[in-house]
Each structure stands twice: as structure tokens, then as C-alpha cells.
T-cell receptor
Framework: DQQVKQNSPSLSVQEGRISILNCDYT??????FLWYKKYPAEGPTFLIS?????DKNEDGRFTVFLNKSAKHLSLHIVPSQPGDSAVYFC???????????FGTGTRLKVLA | DTAVSQTPKYLVTQMGNDKSIKCEQN?????MYWYKQDSKKFLKIMFS???????INETVPNRFSPKSPDKAHLNLHINSLELGDSAVYFC?????????FGPGTRLTVT
């Protein structure tokens, strides 16, 4: 039973345009969400997070949006750069626990 | 000065063997994790320790045994390795809701 889903396994975007990566979750107990970026042969690196008390968090080119009623979050990257090409994982956490649930990842390719 | 390090990076071994993967973090974090990333690239939590105490123990075969000698180290020992154990294993530490991952250990069981 996959509680966190990333339904798009891959995404290609032209350099300079917006990349939108989506994530859906089923457990309404989740109250903290994170995005990680992963390059080949490396561990995931933390990108940005959002608490369920917010609906938007921004950090430079990266913005995460949270729609609690739809149990949906998205990561926007503007403008996209070739160095952003990686696999992006969303993760969810119920802050009363230490247990993170990860999605299956979306491979983003930014074309120069 | 790697924050979370794992050794070895690659491990090739035969079925039935016993092997260990080591993890160390120099971030001073209290909580550490082991994850398994299988062939479908799904990152699944296995264990978590907080200050040397086991706090998460997912449905993992008891051939897998974590050991935390101190809060900077979390090792994973695997007995009687099986083909299905082939995967990439990631160690991570946690602080303020964020996790910091090691580079992974690719385990191949032949």
C-alpha cells in the first residue's frame, strides 16, 4: 500500500522553463513533507520542505505547494537548469513519529 | 569531510555469506536510519535508532540486524545473504525534520 505516490516516472523540460513535479499522498496524518534530489551513485540530498500549516514554501528557484484537501504537493523549479537533471523524491512524515515515507521518484531531464 | 559516510561503497558476495555495512555521521545528530532501495528504486525504511535506542523496526527479515555502538555510528549486519537482498542500502541521519543521506552501498548477491 503506497501512501506516497509520484505518478510520473519521468519528465523532460527545456532549459529556462518551469519544471513541475507532483506528489500525492493518502494518509491525512502526514504533517510534514520534503523533497529530495538524487544524482546517480549518490545519496538523496534535501531540497526543500513544507509543514502542513503552510500551503507554500519558497527557496530560491524552488517552490513547494501543498494542497491538503487534495492531498497533493508539487515542486516547481523556475528557471530549470541542466544541473537540475536528477531523480526527485517526495517524502512525507507524521511528526509524531520518525518514519518517513518516500515516493518512487520522478526523473527530471532538463534539456539545454 | 563527508557528513554521512558508508563503507563499503560496493559489496559483491555469494548467497549464504554474512556481511556488514558501516555508517558514520559527524553531524552530531541523535537519529540515524537504514533504508533499502530496491530494483524499482523504491526507498523503504528498515530501521531507525535514536541515541542508540531502536525506535523503528519495519517488517524486515531477522537476518538483518542493526547495531549502534554510539550515536554517531549505525551498522547493518546481514546473515545468510539471499539473492533478493541485492539492492542499494542508504544510511541517513536526522535533524529538525531533515534527513542527510550517505552515498549508499550497492550490495550484489550472486
Amino acid at each position: 500500500d503506497q501512501q506516497v505516490k509520484q505518478n510520473s516516472p519521468s519528465l523532460s523540460v527545456q532549459e529556462g522553463r518551469i519544471s513541475i513535479l507532483n506528489c500525492d499522498y493518502t494518509n491525512s496524518m502526514f504533517d510534514y513533507f520534503l523533497w529530495y534530489k538524487k544524482y546517480p551513485a549518490e545519496g538523496p540530498t534535501f531540497l526543500i520542505s513544507i509543514s502542513s500549516i503552510k500551503d507554500k514554501n519558497e527557496d530560491g528557484r524552488f517552490t513547494v505547494f501543498l494542497n491538503k484537501s487534495a492531498k497533493h504537493l508539487s515542486l516547481h523549479i523556475v528557471p530549470s537548469q541542466p544541473g537540475d537533471s536528477a531523480v526527485y523524491f517526495c517524502a512525507a512524515l507524521y511528526s509524531g513519529t520518525y518514519k518517513y515515507i518516500f515516493g518512487t521518484g520522478t526523473r527530471l531531464k532538463v534539456l539545454a | 569531510d563527508t557528513a554521512v559516510s558508508q563503507t563499503p561503497k560496493y559489496l559483491v558476495t555469494q548467497m549464504g555469506n554474512d556481511k556488514s555495512i558501516k555508517c558514520e555521521q559527524n553531524l552530531g545528530h541523535d537519529t540515524m536510519y537504514w533504508y533499502k532501495q530496491d530494483s524499482k528504486k523504491f526507498l523503504k525504511i528498515m530501521f531507525s535508532y535514536n541515541n542508540k535506542e531502536l525506535i523503528i523496526n519495519e517488517t524486515v527479515p531477522n537476518r538483518f540486524s542493526p547495531k549502534s555502538p554510539d550515536k554517531a555510528h549505525l551498522n547493518l549486519h546481514i546473515n545468510s545473504l539471499e539473492l533478493g537482498d541485492s539492492a542499494v542500502y542508504f544510511c541517513a541521519s536526522r535533524h529538525d525534520g531533515e534527513q542527510y543521506f550517505g552515498p549508499g552501498t550497492r550490495l550484489t548477491v550472486t
